[in-house]
């Protein structure tokens, strides 16, 4: 995954989850990251 696709994955996130959510994420990453940006690429 390239620095592009990250950030793109952060901003849906961002998007999706609210921001006292979010805060705990940024500091450690979730559980399922690829459950995750399988859900991306489907939604795509």
Do not use: D, G, R, V
Not at 11 to 18: A, R
Not at 20 to 43: D, F, S, V
């Amino acid at each position: 995954m390239n620095e592009a696709e990250k950030a793109s994955l952060f901003i849906c996130s961002y998007q999706l989850i609210p921001t006292n959510y979010i805060k705990p994420i940024i500091n450690k990453p979730p559980a399922k990251p690829k459950l995750t940006l399988q859900q991306l690429q489907h939604a795509k």
